[in-house]
């Protein structure tokens, strides 16, 4: 049974940083991100990191400001973000997929940053 466990998410004010995390288990994945999901928007890619090479791909919105890392000991995914803006404020999603399946989705964390 694949999970994927989230953490980290809180309440942050604006320039500040917050890390987080995803484990998982239960399959072997190739590639791992974290989407987000605003109230009344789509959801939409942060950053994704492939498991194997640690190719990294990041959407314009985030470039150099989070930073998407990757523990193969651990099949842990994070993201750390800094210089949180209000606008970063949304549901975040971990994600996995690999040769014997997926796309899986982790239960989300709520990230809130304040003006």
């Known amino acids: 049974q694949v999970q994927l466990v989230e953490s980290g998410g809180g309440l942050v004010q604006a320039g500040g940083s917050l890390r987080l995390s995803c484990a998982a288990s239960g399959n072997i994945f190739t590639t791992m991100g974290w989407y987000r999901q605003a109230p009344g928007e789509q959801r939409e890619l942060v950053a994704t990191?492939?498991?194997?090479?640690?190719?990294?791909n990041y959407a314009d919105s985030v470039k150099g400001r989070f930073t998407i890392s990757k523990d193969n000991a651990k099949n842990t995914v994070y993201l750390q973000m800094d210089s949180l803006k209000p606008e970063d404020t949304a549901v975040y999603y971990c994600?996995?997929?690999?040769?014997?399946?997926?796309?899986?989705w982790g239960q989300g964390t709520q990230v809130t940053v304040s003006s």
């Open positions: 990191i492939s498991t194997i090479r640690g190719v990294t």
């Open positions: 994600n996995a997929a690999g040769p014997w399946g997926g796309p899986y």
